[in-house]
């Protein structure tokens, strides 16, 4: 692999590291209008959330729309306090216009008083449209 060829990747994979980073912390400020320009608006756009034996699937961007819209504006963080993320970025592949990260995210906080952990692994498909990326597939399995 040519040395440009190497550099493009890298450039790519922090562009794709920073888009995920910067979607979450749209989440995390209640911002459905910073969350919505982080990903493709298409009938395609997907979400999957796996709990236990339980997952919901939503597909379209009218139907992501709304969730994101739902999500950020309603989520209830009462009780919530000192609430971090870290991502743990286990593996990117970039392939042309097209890309896929896997990632380990652990959040941290103080709810009603006590320490608490959520752990889920993360897989998100992601596009290039425009020279930016975009998230097209995003699926979280909390383990």
Same mark, same amino acid.
């Given at each position: 692999m040519g040395c440009n060829k190497k550099n493009d990747v890298t450039k790519d994979e922090e562009a794709i590291k920073y888009v995920i980073n910067a979607e979450t912390q749209a989440w995390i400020d209640k911002n459905p209008e910073k969350m919505k320009e982080y990903y493709i608006q298409d009938k395609y756009q997907t979400r999957l959330n796996i709990q236990d034996s339980v997952y919901s699937?939503?597909?379209g961007w009218d139907k992501r729309s709304t969730a &994101?819209?739902?999500l950020a504006k309603y989520?209830?963080?009462r009780g919530v306090d000192q609430f971090?993320?870290?991502k743990d970025f286990l593996v990117i592949k970039v392939m042309d216009n097209t890309a896929w990260a896997i990632l380990k995210e652990t959040?941290?906080?103080i709810y009603n008083g006590s320490p608490a952990t959520a752990v889920s692994i993360i897989? &998100?498909?992601l596009e290039k449209q425009d020279k930016d990326w975009k998230i097209s597939c995003f699926v979280k399995s909390s383990i």
């Open positions: 699937l939503t597909t &994101i819209d739902t989520a209830d963080w971090q993320v870290k959040q941290h906080m897989n &998100i498909v």
